[in-house]
Each structure stands twice: as structure tokens, then as C-alpha cells.
């Protein structure tokens, strides 16, 4: 059964590799476990719902890319895309957490739509290289602002706006070193370095009584409270809809670029350069992305971790499905999950702000053109706590300066239409 699912002799690889391989995919991206309910439940959201939402949202979409797509990528919700829903449009637009869903739902519909009729490759074609590289920068700084705020480090200042926090406090000194033992075990190749330090700030905290202990293992929780609660009616609401863009592109951009890196780890690139099932692959992440806002989370995408399973041979989609069986074992953890306190969780994004950082080095400082339109993304993004107003504002300049400097070729119908969208909805909704 499972050479005619995964035609496994096909690929060069055997069961036991591949059931390997899962584990260690799994090892690494698990540490969302605990971060996305910490994260989600700041938005008013019951922490033990989004735990079970989590590890199905993940399960289904891991298993939907391994039987649609047959490759080894594991999917969850995003990092960093988590702290969007919250920070930028629960706490920062004022949205209900449920119309947020709504957003996230009608983003996996429209991302659905593109990837059926297979125009997703004229559309990123059509978004400048500058401008994507601008929003994953930005949400990385966006990321990096509310890690430092979350482990205690920045506060807020009437008179500076914002200032240092009191670095002595334990908690703060719990963070830095969570911070630092991560990158250290990252740096020395350690699998599941993430997971690894959450555990281990976690488990500090519970010592010097910070936290309490609650247990490891329970039944699942109930997953009622999110289950279905997606306002999808007010999600369609003409103020709302800059919203569902800004996710859709995202998520466009984050799971274009992820396949493709992974692939070429994998060497599942064609002659061509092209990945072979690419529709099936964004088919499989934009119908997670709807599932996991029925259930109660943030987008779902494809995770980048997905090379370290692998590396450890994995080539098919028998990977993927041993992701989602463990995901789902996990349903049997949220007493732990509800255990980890905001000053563990702090440093994994302040990790993930630092890789995504790294794309500000792709810019091409040397075109106005391109590196203003960018900057002007990251800074608005950071600075106003909105991520779609940053993508607004990147996307209206660019195409305002292509117009002024005579560069109407350069601009591209899809990059037109969003620009005027997003100025209609400042001047007119």
C-alpha cells in the first residue's frame, strides 16, 4: 500500500527512512506547540482550544501534501503569522479574534483560487523581487520588537516611547539565556533546537517558581471554543478586505519561497528548474490554511524545517503522513502547552525575526526605485504594528515611483490593481 501511494522504490528511499526522517521534521517544527496557543491566546482566544486547533490544523495539512503532492514537507501554523493575527490585527486594528479567522479563511480561499487556475506564477512574478523581500524583513522586525517586549526587555516609555525594561528581573535573565542556549545548540547542529530551549526556559521557570507545574499528559482539551467561530460575513467587510490581501499575499510569497528552497535541497527540481506537482503542493497548503481558520489558527504553510527531515533521507510523502500522526499524538500534551509562560516562547521569536531579517541583504540599494518602496514596507510595518498597512504602503510607493521615474513597464498589471485597491481603501472605506 504504501509503494502505491508513495512509489517509494521509485524515489530510491524505504519505509524506515522515510518513518525516520518524519521524526526528525517533526522534532524541529514541534516547538509551535507551544508557541502558537501563548501567542493566539493574548488574542482573547482559549489557549487549550488552539492547542487541539493546532495539532489538527497540522496534521491535516501535513497529510494533504503528502497525499496530494507525495513530497516530504511538513505544514503547521506559521510563526511569525501567528503574531500578525494577534498583535497586528486583533490588538492593533481592534478586529474580534473571529473576524481575524474570517480573514484567515478568505485569504486560503483566494490563495485556493489562484493555485486552481494556475496563475500563482504570474502573480509572484508580477510582485517586484524588493517588495518581497521587504515583507519578510518587515514581519521579521515586527517580530523582533514584540519578542523583546514579550521577554521584558523593551517597555514602553511615555516620554522615549519605548525604552529598556529591567534586565535584572528573572524572567528577563530566563529570556536572554533561552535566547542564547538556542542559537548555541542551532549553531552546533542540535535537531529541535527551538523545542529545546522552550523545554528548558520552561522548566526553569517551574524551578524557581515562576511558572506552576501542571502536568505533561491529559486528555484533549475541548476544541469548542474556536471550532467554526471563523466571521467570515465580517471578514467580507470593505474595511476588512486590505486584511484578507495582506494575509493572502503572505502566505503566497512564504509558501512560494519555501517550496522552492526546499526543493532545490532535495533535488526535486526538474531540467528546468521547475517543481514538479507544484499546484497539488499550494492546492494542499491554501485548503490547510481555510481548514485551520474553520478550527481555530492562523494560517497554516509549509515549513522551511522540512530539510532536516530531509537531510535525514526523506523523499516522499510517507514523511509527511508520519508529521501528521505525531501531530496528532501530541492532542495528549496540553497540560505542558499551557505550562510554557511567555519568557520561553520570546526567544523562538526572536530567532525567527533574525532569519527573517536576513532578506534586507537582497535589496538593490544601489535603484531608489526598488530599495524606497522596500524600506518604506519595513518601517511602516514595524513602527505603525501593522503588517498590512506596511504591505499597503510598500506596495503605493513602489508603484508611485515606477509612474514618476518612467518605468511603466515595470510595474505589471497585478501590482496596478493591488496598488489601487489599498489607496481606495485609505481614501474612500
Known sequence: MLEKLFALKARGTLARTEILAGCTTFLTMSAILFVNPDILSQAGMDRDAVFVATCWAAAIGSLLMGLLANYPIGQAPGMGINAVFTFGLVKGMGLPWETALGAVFLSGLLFMLVSLLRVREWFVNAVPTSLKHAITAGVGLFLALLALHAAGIVAASPDTLVTLGDVKAPSVLLAIGGFLLMATLDRRGVPGAILLSILAVTAASVALGLSSFTGVFSPPPSLAPTLLKADIRGALDPAVLGVVLSFFLMSLFETSGTLIAIAQRGGFLDAQGRLP??????????????????????????????????????RTGLTALVIALLFLASLALAPLAAMVPAHATAPALLYVAILMLRSLAE???????????????????????????????????????????????????????????????????
Open 363 to 429: 535589496l538593490d540599494w544601489s535603484d531608489l526605485s526598488e530599495s524606497a518602496p522596500a524600506v518604506c514596507c519595513v518601517s511602516v510595518m514595524a513602527f505603525t504594528f501593522s503588517i498590512a498597512d506596511g504591505i499597503a504602503f510598500g506596495t503605493i510607493c513602489h508603484v508611485a515611483l515606477k509612474l514618476l521615474t518612467g518605468q511603466f513597464k515595470r510595474i505589471g498589471l497585478p501590482m496596478g490593481v493591488v496598488a489601487g485597491l489599498f489607496l481606495a481603501r485609505y481614501l474612500w472605506l
Open 277 to 314: 506537482r507544484l499546484e497539488r503542493a499550494l492546492l494542499a497548503d491554501s485548503t490547510a490554511i481555510s481548514i485551520g481558520a474553520l478550527l481555530g489558527t492562523s494560517s497554516t504553510t509549509s515549513y522551511l524545517e522540512s530539510t532536516t527531515g530531509i537531510s535525514a533521507g526523506g
